[in-house]
């Protein structure tokens, strides 16, 4: 079917097409060999071009597509797949002009389209964005502060708060590893959150033995960001660390996060965490793909440009109980908001707006890995939710303008850094559109004709 | 720590091969490093490039944080070797003597290590610079990753399993000693990185992209140094089959007959830049044929053979 007007391109390439023939509109209007009537004399290459590029023969597409071009303009998606070609092969600037003109034409931009749009940006950032900002950079380096050497004074009260639900097996020993603190915490609190394992019969029991320092309330279910928000207003410390009732402390865990962040003069931060199976044993990246995801992007803390730019697109403190953070900046952000699985990376994510974290590179949380954890199984909702919160993110990022932290991970301070780095970290398909194509267009200004 | 390493010194090691270049931009560079802290830069070449040593002696503005040593061999493996010897920082940047960086180098390196748990290697990018990107082969060579092994403008985004390269990488004295440095039985540039990341990947340590360590290669690659460059290589591998039990990485490659690349290297008339995809599909291909050739000739000879046997076409 050849149309003389294109219809406007369903949301999906697997959507029915808009012309009425009650085809696929990838093999209708939208297929590569289809088009405008101008371009009936290239139908034999770009059918040849379709065919090459579906077996992956990507050299032989672009040969197609290019004599097409050279003889007809090609129609729109046919450019958007020559521009992929062209990405692929690492040819930026080209992959450039060509997604973007492919954008020009396109009533409704595919989403893979802006993705390789994105991908194209970031290869020709790589070399530029990074030097304009530089300075900032060097700054940031100079003026981050240092953890204090050991034997620091301490630097206000402690608090640690344990929220716990059905982990009976585990909450003995997460309690005695905050018992057994070389720095001893100076309260701790405890809610078990509705808990039908026999937890609050054990956590009761210790609590009496604890000569008072483990206070505990045990009430029905309310889920994990009430019970922790809940917990710390209970408590009467100047800084907090929570404990997942999972997972355990390693025996200096608050001296090092006190010289780390609090006689750092940051006023968060976070550490890195062991992995560990239900019998306390470290969980090696081999074994666990999630545990090398997650160290890898733990690692991108100390690799990006500030720890807080590493929050974007992953989260880098992989659990609340990592994190340890002064009660006036909890207060300020309104405590932990209600969300399933990544309270803790929104917590971050806002926190970052407000003050730089330090980042301890010591590791002293084990974060257990065990077939009861809260993102355990073939789920979906926790990836969902992770989307949802990164694309809620970058729209505020975008729109902020006078965020506290002089070196918050927003494009106001990053400039194109940020884009750049958001890319790189996946989040390329979460990005507005309308900020690739800006992006797209300065670049396309800056390159040489 | 090794005996003698200063924790907080930053020891930068560049390799100068007798017949590399040094320019003076890449010196004023590495002399200019900002919030760096404090590093040192070692200078390791060949006892006979008298010139070279006697040239950068001579240059007062790049003396404070350099030192030079010399090697009796011509190697880069020898070079490196004799470079982080001669160092005294706790953290070591491996550096190639082409490659300008940019001033936050040092300091991101630092960054990187200073916040690490468990040992890794920060691999920093290598760019070609400015018009240099605009030469089709440096393009395809760079940017695919045929060079340095991550394609670097995307390296963020495709890294996979543990690349790595000593042109711009940092990693901690302490495991410098423990892989055991570079093997200097190795010839063929980029071999002994090649068993030098086999043995980090043994010990467990990762690679890492410290995207902030930028550098920059102002000089053009050639196709026929590349070529010489895989030929030296595919000697190398073979010779590096001899110190394990493989399966290697370039089995497959070197089993085929000789004439099934070499049909691949001569295939297409077309000139080049009138066929770019073909083009990149012979680059490939001569690449390809270079490596087998060195492996097979790495069997009954030992001396550098022309650079001209690799890069024409199928010998009688």
Known sequence: ?449 | MSTGAIADLVSVVVAVGADDELSEATLAAWAAQREAGDYEVVLAMPATATASRDGLLRAPPWKAPFRIVQTAHERSAALRNAGVLASRGGTVVLAASDCRPAATVVAAHRRFQSLLAFPAAGIGPVFHAGALRDSPFSAWLQDGGRRFGPSFPHAALEWRGNPFHAANTSIARTVYDKVGGFDEGLDGDAMDGVAFAARLADLGVRTRYVPRAMTWQDRDVTERETLRHAWRLGGAARFRETTGAGPWPWNALVQQTLERPEAAASHGDLPMAANAPGARKRRHARLALAFVRGWHDAAFESDDPSVSRAAEGPRA
């Open chain 1, 1 to 449: 079917m050849t149309h003389g007007v294109l219809p406007v391109p369903p949301q999906a390439r697997n959507a029915r097409c808009a012309c009425g023939s009650g085809r696929r509109y990838k093999d209708c209007c939208g297929g590569i060999a289809k088009g405008a009537e101008d371009a009936r004399s290239a139908e034999p290459l770009l059918h040849a071009a379709g065919e090459a590029f579906r077996h992956r023969r990507f050299d032989e597409a672009r040969q197609h597509l290019e004599r097409a071009r050279a003889s007809a303009p090609l129609p729109a998606d046919a450019e958007a797949v020559l521009g992929a070609i062209l990405l692929r092969a690492g040819d930026y600037a080209k992959a450039l002009r060509t997604l973007r003109q492919a954008c020009l034409r396109m009533a409704e931009v595919p989403a893979a389209t802006v993705v390789n749009l994105a991908g194209a940006v970031a290869g020709l950032l790589a070399t530029r964005a990074p030097l304009e900002t530089e300075r900032l950079w060097l700054d940031y380096v100079a003026t981050r502060p240092r953890a204090s050497a050991g034997g620091s004074p301490r630097h206000g009260r402690i608090s640690v708060v344990v929220p716990s639900h059905n982990h009976a097996a585990f909450i003995g020993a997460a309690l005695e590893s905050v018992l057994a603190q070389t720095r001893a915490a100076d309260e701790i609190v405890v809610i078990d959150d509705g808990s039908t394992d026999g937890s609050p019969d054990l956590i009761g029991a210790m609590a009496a033995r604890s000569g008072g320092r483990i206070r505990f309330v045990a009430r029905e279910n309310r889920g994990a960001a009430t019970t922790i928000n809940e917990a710390v207003a209970a408590t009467t410390g100047d800084w907090i660390n929570i404990l997942n009732s999972d997972d355990a402390f390693t025996a200096d865990r608050l001296a090092a996060m006190e010289a780390g962040v609090a006689a750092a003069g940051a006023s968060w931060g976070f550490s890195r965490c062991t992995f560990v199976d239900a019998d306390g044993r470290a969980i090696l990246d081999e074994a666990s793909p999630h545990a090398a995801r997650q160290r890898e992007a733990i690692d991108r803390a100390g690799a990006l440009d500030t720890v807080g730019m590493a929050f974007v697109g992953h989260n880098p403190a992989t659990s609340t109980g990592t994190l340890y953070f002064s009660r006036p900046l909890f207060d300020r952000l309104g405590g932990f908001r209600d969300l399933r699985y990544v309270h803790d990376w929104d917590f971050c994510l806002r926190a970052c707006l407000l003050a730089e974290p330090a980042f301890v590179p010591q590791s002293s949380y084990l974060y257990r890995i065990h077939g009861r954890n809260t993102l355990s199984g073939a789920n979906t909702a926790p990836n969902d939710e992770a989307l949802s919160l990164t694309r809620a993110f970058l729209r505020t990022a975008e729109a902020c303008r006078d965020a506290e932290n002089p070196y918050a991970p927003i494009p106001a301070v990053w400039g194109r850094s940020f884009a750049l780095r958001a890319i790189e970290c996946g989040a390329a398909p979460l990005l507005d559109a309308s900020v690739v194509f800006r992006l797209a267009d300065e670049l396309l200004d800056e390159l040489p004709a």
